[in-house]
């Protein structure tokens, strides 16, 4: 079992480019998340999706969109990519506990 | 409003020694607790998971403390190893529908030899 994994696991970006960051789990896993990473801040909810179909805002929604493609797929689109958003983006599924993916390290230029 | 704090932020240990990691949280009501370690460049990944019953939990040399009264919990490491250079991650999860998963900040442990 590969667990949850994360593409791509680095890009670099100029403003304004956008660019979708995809995660898929192969553990069955309802909730699957979407969080980022900078340092001094800890991480930080962006989205989560309790169940396919749905989705719901964390913390830090603004600037990004995201997609439960399906019960395996959840994926994050930054539509216009800004400075700000520069940081280490992690996946996880949740079932009693969290699962990480090992992160995708974006630049943003 | 729920918070969780973690002492110290950073820490630098011999080989071989000991180390006790801080947890304190105001999450209400409470569930769980959990530690996980993530090493550098990787995800985290879960070392022990602690409910509003258990008072202590081992996994290896990582023992886990939790006293439900003051809302503390501690990771203790013993005998460490330089595998042990990490961040250390403290999460409570409260009892409620939706994000119930609070992240502390972390505690950057490095082991020297």
């Known amino acids: 079992n590969a667990g949850v994994t994360q593409t791509p696991k680095f890009q670099v970006l100029k403003t304004g480019q956008s660019m979708t960051l995809q995660c898929a789990q192969d553990m069955n896993h309802n909730s699957m998340y979407w969080y980022r990473q900078d340092p001094g801040m800890g991480l930080r909810l962006i989205y989560y999706s309790a169940s396919e179909g749905t989705t719901d805002k964390g913390e830090v929604p603004n600037g990004y969109n995201v997609s439960r493609l399906n019960k395996r797929e959840f994926s994050l689109r930054l539509e216009s990519a800004a400075p700000s958003q520069t940081s280490v983006y992690f996946c996880?599924?949740?079932?009693?506990?969290?699962?990480f993916g090992e992160g995708s390290r974006l630049t943003v230029l | 409003k729920n918070q969780v704090e973690q002492s110290p932020q950073s820490l630098i240990i011999l080989e071989g020694k000991n180390c006790t990691l801080q947890?304190?949280?105001?999450?209400?009501?409470?569930?769980?607790l959990r530690w996980y370690k993530q090493d550098t460049g990787r995800g985290p990944v879960s070392l022990t998971i602690m409910t509003f019953s258990e008072n202590t939990k081992s996994n290896g040399r990582y023992t886990a403390t939790l006293d439900a009264d003051t809302k503390q919990s501690s990771l203790h490491i013993t005998a460490s190893q330089l595998s042990d250079s990490a961040s250390y991650i403290c999460v409570v999860s409260a009892v409620q529908a939706g994000t119930a998963l609070i992240f502390g900040k972390g505690t950057t442990l490095s082991v020297s030899s």
């Open positions: 996880a599924s949740f079932r009693g506990e969290l699962f």
């Open positions: 947890c304190n949280y105001t999450v209400s009501p409470f569930s769980n």
